[in-house]
């Protein structure tokens, strides 16, 4: 199995990465990391600079190539595989980068889905004695339809209190460069997302996503609240 780090786990959040490879490790899964991979490219697609993606695609389909399957952090980087390189291959007119891309999409997965859909489990030998309350992603949610599957791994870890997030679905306002470009309506949704999660009085706010997670983590922070920001890898790597 490769592991897709992503860049912004790379950059900001090695933990996340590191938590993967233990929990994937413990669950007796052959894991390697391929030093070749950077960014998919996922914001400069949502950018709109799709054609001056090819370069990071390529790479991303070579360094992946002899992997069965490929296991990510981010939901938003798989659905950039799995939605956005078929067409932008197709429009490359690069036949094999088509048949390539095309087969590594069907064999590249978020995280969740790879321990609920490949693996068949839910119990992944986790424990955290905390309350904590889930934020669904709008990638995880409408690109990759991952549905209840982080929750059902969430409510089989032992100690754990679950507490429902008042308007889950609502978007947290990051959106990648949207939070740049549309700085107010941005911080105005997270006003909201966070009015949410403290309602909950949870001591950590988890999601699928490091880049949400920096959203909402970044606004309890100026704010002063307690809450703290962990991804779902970090919570299912935890033991006794």
Do not use: W
């Not at 390189?85 to 969740?112: C, F, K, M, N, W």
């Not at 309350?131 to 990759?144: D, E, G, I």
């Not at 009015?195 to 909402?216: F, G, I, K, N, P």
Request: aromatic share 6%; with cysteine; proline share 3%.
């Amino acid at each position: 199995m490769g592991l897709f780090i992503t860049c912004l786990v790379d950059g900001v959040y090695p933990r996340v990465g590191e938590s993967m490879l233990r929990l994937l490790r413990r669950l007796d899964v052959d894991v390697q990391v391929p030093r070749s991979q950077t960014c998919c490219g996922q914001m400069h697609i949502n950018t709109g600079y799709g054609s001056m993606v090819l370069p990071l695609i390529r790479n991303h389909v070579e360094s992946f190539a002899r992997y069965d399957v490929v296991v990510a952090s981010s939901a938003s980087c798989v659905g950039a595989v799995r939605h956005h390189y078929p067409g932008i291959a197709r429009d490359s007119g690069d036949e094999d980068l088509v048949r390539a891309v095309a087969q590594l999409a069907q064999r590249t997965y978020e995280l969740s889905e790879f321990l609920v859909d490949v693996m068949g489990t839910t119990k992944v030998g986790a424990y955290f004695p905390h309350t904590v309350t889930y934020h669904p992603t709008c990638h995880s949610l409408r690109a990759l339809r991952i549905g209840e599957r982080p929750l059902a791994l969430l409510n089989e870890v032992e100690g754990i209190e679950l507490v429902e997030l008042p308007q889950a679905e609502s978007c947290c306002g990051f959106g990648g460069t949207f939070a740049v470009k549309n700085a107010d309506v941005s911080g105005a949704m997270l006003a909201d997302k966070l009015s949410c999660v403290r309602e909950t009085r949870a001591e950590v706010l988890t999601a699928v996503d490091s880049s949400c997670l920096m959203q909402m983590g970044g606004g309890l922070s100026r704010q002063g609240d307690t809450t703290t920001t962990l991804h779902l890898a970090e919570i299912l790597a935890s033991t006794r």
